[in-house]
């Protein structure tokens, strides 16, 4: 026994940021940013925080499968971008939603979803619980520089959830973690301890373009190729796949070496950036919304970032 | 023979004749950015089963190919 998700939701702040809006911070051009990225406008904090996009996005995604908060068992939430270090997103949510089971985040940068995806099917495997829900949360705004036009024209802000009920729908995964901090990482604020030599890091995302982009198509190309054998499948038994949307590239790439058809990948970050832990949750939503999913299809979750982590999984709708 | 692969690599991706491809030529006026250069590095990994390291000094076809060579004649 595992689980089956039975509600998705998502939320993002109203103000949208085009391209071209961008270019009024950074030398860069609308043009550059959706050929080398794929992104064409984000949706970008302005009095909301990382703990209110992931109340409304809870919200949403328990009135999708008319759950009311009493009836959770579990709380998981991931951000990278959250508003403190603690209280953790997930108490806040427990608090504001008015559930009362117990809640705590993981720390899987991008990767986030399929983990604690994985975290709970453990829960539910034991029989510790019914209900659960699981939350991505960013204000990838916040933690930006957004005087380096690398990094600040791929992220945007926002938040999905999905509600999970015992069930037989997780059907394998894959998790992988290559640690390090050269490739990616986001230093935290030192402090002003009167004791530390230590040198202070800028608290801005840092990324390595070029190797980021060579380990998320081998990743996501490893991960696809592994559950696909190890289950007996092939990609015509794949309703679709749903990426983490870090850049348009790096799903077109896996896609060619993986010899899938594009149109199999699920993409929308021309509408939101990479929204990191978000973002699957976010797709997941406006493909149940749209009615583009069918009982019984089978979906390939396939994320990667920070961590080094990637971590995939089949799921039956 | 090195350059023959790399040529044939880039050739076949933008569509153009591999023999207009010297060691001198540099990605940019191909109009490659760093993101296909990165994908040039991955193919030639796999064809050459060794692992690169990729930055953005990596201007010019003969930066790829010293880069591939040191890691063979190691």
């Known amino acids: 026994m595992s689980f089956s998700i039975i509600g998705t939701g998502m939320y993002v702040p109203p103000k949208i940021v085009t391209n071209d809006e961008l270019c009024k911070f950074v030398d860069t051009s609308d043009e550059w940013i959706r050929q080398r990225v794929g992104v064409e406008r984000r949706h970008i904090c302005t009095d909301e925080t990382a703990t209110d996009l992931a109340c409304k996005a809870a919200i949403n ?95 945007g802000d926002g938040a999905g959830a999905a509600v999970l009920e015992a069930g037989d729908g997780y059907v394998d995964s894959v998790l992988t973690t290559k640690g390090g901090d050269e490739v990616i990482r986001i230093p935290h604020f030192i402090g002003k301890s009167p004791f530390s030599t230590i040198r202070p890091q800028e608290p801005y995302i840092f990324m390595e373009g070029q190797e980021t982009f060579k380990y998320a198509v081998n990743a996501m190309c490893s991960d696809i190729r592994k ?91 | 023979m090195m350059l023959e692969k790399i040529r044939e690599l880039i050739a076949d991706k933008i569509n153009c004749e591999p023999e207009s491809i010297t060691e001198e030529t540099k990605f940019a006026d191909l109009g490659i950015d760093s993101l296909d250069v990165t994908e040039l590095v991955m193919s030639i990994e796999d064809e050459f089963n060794i692992e690169l390291e990729i930055n953005e000094s990596m201007v010019a076809v003969s930066d790829l190919i010293k880069a591939v060579e040191s890691k063979i004649k190691k």
């Open chain 1, 61 to 155: 995604a328990l009135e999708n499968c008319g759950c009311a908060p009493g009836e959770l068992d579990l709380i998981i939430a991931a951000t990278v971008s959250g508003d403190m270090a603690s209280p953790s997103v997930s108490c806040m949510v427990q608090r504001r939603i008015g559930a009362e089971c117990f809640a705590f985040d993981i720390n899987a940068a991008c990767a986030a979803f399929v983990f604690m995806l994985d975290t709970a099917a453990g829960f539910f495997k034991r029989g510790r619980v019914k209900k659960a829900l699981i939350v991505g949360a960013e204000q990838m705004s916040k933690i930006v520089n957004w005087e380096d036009r690398g990094t600040c024209v791929i992220f």
């Open chain 1, 227 to 317: 559950l696909l054998e190890d289950n007996n499948l092939t990609a015509d038994d794949i309703a679709l796949i749903v990426p983490h949307q870090a850049n348009k590239r790096i799903i077109d790439l896996a896609a060619a070496r993986l010899k899938i058809p594009t149109e199999k990948f699920y993409v929308n970050i021309q509408e939101y950036g990479n929204t990191s832990s978000a973002s699957i949750p976010i797709a997941l939503d406006e493909l149940n919304r749209s009615g583009r999913l069918k009982r019984g299809d089978l979906i390939v979750l396939t994320a990667f970032g920070g961590g080094l982590s990637n971590a995939s999984c089949i799921i039956k709708w």
